[in-house]
Every structure is written in structure tokens, then in C-alpha cells.
T-cell receptor, first 111, second 112 residues
């Protein structure tokens, strides 16, 4: 089924560790996005990409980085996790000017 | 850049009543206005959207209206049911800016 997939669903990791959150979509969408969201709260855009080899920082300052080497894949990397990074991370994709499809999210806890 | 204001932040209604959530936007170039519903622990899901060449759109119990002159748009839910309880987000985008700017969300509670 065409959808957007995020792994892992839940992650508990120690301070200082490097982590990569995976996001893949099978809908052929050209645009992809990463949002940070505390439960039931605002959606904060941290990174976006309008196509392969194109990435931009979003509105919320973030210590994470992203890459877009393939159309369907948009991983997010934290080089050194900190407790302040504890949050839910939502990946989304869209085609042209259409609405987003969101993934199910990764709930990250840094201890 | 675009700024989207959403009101109210919380809304409690009795089952069967109507609910209205309002949003304003700042960028007159914006031309696409979707609404998302996020149930507890779930991902946001697109429930209805409207483009600037249309003033109103309806889908069963939900409808969205757009006033381009006043730069505001609203979500209307009629005959509310407990399963309508969720956080609702409005958003706007347009011109060469494909990314959506979201409102801060409205927690809707429908009491049985």
C-alpha cells in the first residue's frame, strides 16, 4: 500500500549517542518534511526538501541534519542526542502543491 | 513569511451540536488551505481542503469556508459525535512556497 513509513516507532537512547530516524514514502511524492511535535501541541518544521539533493532548514532551530539522496528516502540524523531532543518526530510528504501525508512518527526519549 | 492564527485553542461541545474553528492568515499569496485531524497518539490526517478559487467546500458533516478578502477560513463540523474529539490544525501555503504553515491547533472535545 502506498504510504509513508517511519522507523523506529519508539526509541530510548542515552545522551551523546548518534541516531538516525528513517522516513520512506512509496507515493512518488517530490517534497518531504520533518516536524517536531510534543504530544497534542504545535507542529514545528525543522527540515524540508523539494527534491533530490535539495534540503532546507525549517522554522525551528535544530541540531539535526537531513539528506535526500533518493526521492523516496529522507532520513534525519542527530549527531549527539541530548535530553532536550526528547519529542515526537513526524515525517511528511506531498506532491506539488497538494496536502501532506504524515507518517506515524518516531517518539524519541533521550535519557 | 506566512503567519496562521487559529482560535479557539480548546473547544468543548455536546454531542449533536455544531463546532466551528477559525483561522486567519497573513500572506495574500496563499492559495491552499487544508485542515488536519490528529487523534490521540495518531498521525495528523487531512480531512478537507480548499483552494482560493472556491469559497466553500463540503464533505458530509464537515465544511470549510474561505474569505479571501478578510484572509480567514473556518472549519464547520455539524452533528458532532464523540469520535470527532481530536486536535484540529489549519494550515496555509501558496505561491512558490509549497510548505504549509500550521496554526497552533484546537483541542475539540465532544461530550456524550
Amino acid at each position: 500500500e502506498a504510504d509513508i513509513y517511519q522507523t523506529p516507532r519508539y526509541l530510548v537512547i542515552g545522551t551523546g549517542k548518534k541516531i538516525t530516524l528513517e522516513c520512506s514514502q512509496t507515493m512518488g511524492h517530490d517534497k518531504m518534511y520533518w516536524y517536531q511535535q510534543d504530544p497534542g501541541m504545535e507542529l514545528h518544521l525543522i527540515h524540508y526538501s523539494y527534491g533530490v539533493n535539495s534540503t532546507e532548514k525549517g522554522d525551528l532551530s535544530s541540531e539535526s541534519t537531513v539528506s535526500r539522496i533518493r526521492t523516496e528516502h529522507f532520513p534525519l540524523t542527530l549527531e549527539s542526542a541530548r535530553p532536550s531532543h526528547t519529542s515526537q518526530y513526524l515525517c511528511a510528504s506531498s506532491w506539488a502543491s497538494d496536502g501532506y501525508t504524515f507518517g506515524s512518527g518516531t517518539r524519541l526519549t533521550v535519557v | 513569511g506566512e503567519n496562521v492564527e487559529q482560535h479557539p485553542s480548546t473547544l468543548s461541545v455536546q454531542e449533536g451540536d455544531s463546532a466551528v474553528i477559525k483561522c486567519t492568515y497573513s500572506d495574500s499569496a496563499s492559495n491552499y488551505f487544508p485542515w488536519y485531524k490528529q487523534e490521540l497518539g495518531k498521525r495528523p490526517q487531512l480531512i478537507i481542503d480548499i483552494r482560493s478559487n472556491v469559497g466553500e467546500k463540503k464533505d458530509q458533516r464537515i465544511a470549510v469556508t474561505l474569505n479571501k478578502t478578510a484572509k480567514h477560513f473556518s472549519l464547520h463540523i455539524t452533528e458532532t459525535q464523540p469520535e470527532d474529539s481530536a486536535v484540529y490544525f489549519c494550515a496555509a501555503s501558496g505561491g512558490s512556497n509549497y510548505k504549509l504553515t500550521f496554526g497552533k491547533g484546537t483541542l475539540l472535545t465532544v461530550n456524550p
